[in-house]
């Protein structure tokens, strides 16, 4: 795979290919300019005119690794290490169009399999070097972004082949380097499919779904990926850890659960075997309107709990519903919800969980809004580039909590928000991941930057992480903890558990090398 070539036509400082940049609708600006005060920033430093700290490891440490990976895979040069260099948080594309890259890797390395990548580690822990395991580059939560600045990236890219179908067993073992585009194209080539679409499905991996415990929009009917997961394979510094080997065992604690969100700090996922599915027959998207968000959430919940359960359910509160995020089918206030149904022959669970809603209060807005949805559903993060281009600053945050909580968690958090941007925001909200004991709440903020925008944020977020804590909801559904969420993570597991997981990475990375600063407070 030629990873220039393919980096060369992401835009920089931007969420993905410049060819798929989206224009913000007519209704949302002139709601933007009704709302708030907004100015164009100037255009974003190009890339070629951002400075990049310089590489120092020295000739010792570069020559060790050229001769383990190759030398070509040894990767030096400004735009590789400018582009691994962090995520894709607002923060960090702010950073990156104003030329800013603080922090580099000193080199990116391309390991063609897992014994180059125990290579690299035993190499980087023998002078020592920090080592940012690197699939998408799509964290939101400083998840790239050490606190050691001599590191190098790990990027899986060369890992990206399916190592075996399991027809029978319904399973595929997949490298962590295989982008989920590509991912889905193998397996439908055997008529399977993995059923995982996340917002950031475009250029994220199979390891980066494992290693942050990523949710897809689909979840209500096919999981989480950590549920998909039957084993996987992990590259530490002491060694390879193999977990599961069955369907299921109680063969002690599932080790398989160490490393599924463990976000790079405990080892390098090298390939996962995950749970696949035939692909569907017939797929069916509608919508439906609500009066208001609670009378929604009690149709979602009686789905989620008694049934029957659509593929995606996604129930947009009154603001998110206003705006239109999701195309929404009335004019009148209220609620949207997203209801899609995938499988061999949908139109009785289609039926069935229409006479659920409707006794909900639920009024049916046909098949357009959930059609809409599904044509737009990877647009969100190429808006915010459009909005950014505005002047406006736009940012996600994600939880979850118990049914029981969740109205109070939602208002809460939207009052922290508000509270802590005084002059002005649109704070959206929807339920996009239910279980039968709760759902997920994802919130987006539009706001004026103001003159330090990174600051500005960096405080309403941590208002509205104290709510999300203080009304026991978890500080991350599916973002992970990165370096954002470590201080509120440490909170919510506890002292016990603190020390628990240092000792676990201790035990792994005696050296301290894997992603530090990252997950393990």
């Known amino acids: 795979m030629n990873m220039e070539g393919e980096a060369s036509t992401v835009g920089w400082a931007r969420w993905g290919a410049t060819k798929n940049a989206k224009a913000l609708p007519d209704s949302a600006s002139t709601l933007l300019a009704q709302v708030l005060e907004l100015t164009p920033p100037p255009p974003a430093v190009p890339l070629a005119e951002v400075t990049v700290p310089d590489c120092e490891l020295d000739d010792t440490v570069l020559s060790a690794l050229r001769r383990a990976l190759g030398a070509e895979h040894v990767v030096t ?115 399977f499919t993995l059923g995982h679409v996340p917002q950031s499905y475009e250029y994220a991996t199979i390891g980066g779904f494992a290693a942050t415990r990523s949710s897809g929009q689909a979840s209500a009917g096919y999981g989480r990926f950590d549920d998909m997961v039957m084993a996987l394979t992990v590259a530490t510094p002491r060694g390879t850890v193999r977990a599961g080997r069955a369907p299921a065992s109680a063969a002690g604690p599932d080790l398989r659960q160490l490393f599924l969100g463990s976000e790079g700090a405990l080892g390098v996922i090298t390939d996962v075997t995950v749970r696949i599915r035939p692909l569907p027959a017939q797929s069916h998207y509608e919508g439906w309107w609500f009066e208001s968000f609670a009378d929604g959430l009690h149709a979602v919940r009686r789905l989620a709990q008694d049934g029957p359960r659509p593929t995606v359910l996604r129930l947009s509160d009154e603001v998110e519903t206003m705006i239109g995020a999701t195309g929404s089918g009335r004019a009148d206030g209220g609620c949207q919800l997203i209801a899609g149904y995938e499988g061999t022959d949908v139109l009785p669970t289609v039926e069935a969980a229409a006479d659920v809603l409707a006794a909900h209060g639920g009024v049916p807005l046909g098949d357009e809004p959930g059609h809409q949805w599904a044509r737009h559903r990877f647009d969100a993060p190429y808006l915010r580039d459009a909005l950014l281009d505005a002047g406006a600053f736009a940012e996600t945050l994600e939880t979850a909590a118990y049914w029981s909580a969740l109205p109070e968690v939602h208002d809460r958090v939207r009052l922290a928000i508000l509270d802590a941007l005084p002059d002005g925001a649109l704070v959206l909200a929807h339920v996009s991941h239910v279980y039968e004991t709760g759902a997920s709440l994802y919130f987006t903020v539009i706001c004026s930057p103001g003159s330090d925008p990174v600051e500005r944020w960096r405080k309403a977020k941590a208002a509205a992480s104290d709510a999300i804590a203080a009304a026991g909801a978890t500080i991350s559904h599916h973002h992970g903890v990165g370096a954002d969420h470590r201080p509120w993570y440490a909170a919510e597991i506890g002292d016990v558990a603190v020390d628990l997981l240092r000792s676990v990475k201790q035990q792994l990375d005696p050296a301290g090398i894997l992603n530090p600063g990252i997950l393990v407070p």
Not at 138 to 159: E, F, I, K, Q
Not at 162 to 173: E, K, W, Y
């Open 77 to 191: 040069t400004h735009d590789a290490r400018a582009r691994h260099a962090s995520g894709m948080s607002t923060p960090d594309l702010l950073r990156h169009r104003h030329g800013e890259v603080p922090v580099a890797p000193q080199a990116v390395l391309r390991p063609a399999d897992h014994a180059e990548v125990l290579s690299i580690l035993g190499l980087c822990s023998r002078y020592p070097v920090a080592v940012v395991p690197f699939g998408g580059g799509t964290s939101v939560v400083g998840g790239l972004t050490p606190s050691a600045t001599r590191h190098v990236a790990v990027d899986l890219s060369r890992l990206d082949n399916v190592v075996a179908i399991d027809p029978l067993s319904r399973t595929a073992t997949l490298q962590a380097g295989l982008r989920a585009p590509r991912a889905a194209e193998l397996l439908a080539e055997h008529g």
